[in-house]
């Protein structure tokens, strides 16, 4: 099991960025496969981007290719969400989740650990 605890939420305009961290503990943190995802307003809960076990191969959603980079560091047993450009759309509460099969899937329901989620409002 591993427990989860995203930081670095907060206010941005427009166009500007914002980095996203997620802190893991728990078991070895190198066997999760990790994914962002977000739910905003009034809106279902859906897939941002995803890192395999390694950090080599990363996915992301269309809406946010281009402007947000997942990495990862095992050593420090963290996960980050480095987003730019940010746009009033992106406004929405940040998960990270841990899937231990390491599917690298882009649905939540692989993912069986996650974070109390992150609050991000871009003002236009």
């Known amino acids: 099991q591993v427990q989860l605890v995203e930081s670095g939420g907060g206010l941005v305009q427009a166009g500007g960025s914002l980095r996203l961290s997620c802190a893991a503990s728990?078991?070895?943190?190198?066997?999760?496969?990790m994914g962002w995802f977000r739910r905003g307003p009034g809106k279902e809960r859906e897939f941002v981007g995803g890192i395999s076990r390694s950090g080599g191969n990363k996915y992301y959603a269309d809406s946010v290719k281009g402007r947000f980079t997942i990495s990862r560091d095992n050593a420090k047993n963290t996960a980050s969400l480095q987003m730019n450009s940010l746009k009033p759309e992106d406004t929405a509460v940040y998960y990270c989740?841990?899937?231990?099969?390491?599917?690298?899937?882009?649905?939540?329901?692989?993912?069986?650990?996650w974070g109390q989620g992150t609050q991000v409002t871009v003002s236009s």
């Open positions: 989740a841990a899937d231990p099969r390491g599917y690298g899937s882009r649905s939540q329901d692989t993912y069986d650990y």
């Open positions: 728990g078991r070895t943190f190198s066997i999760y496969t």
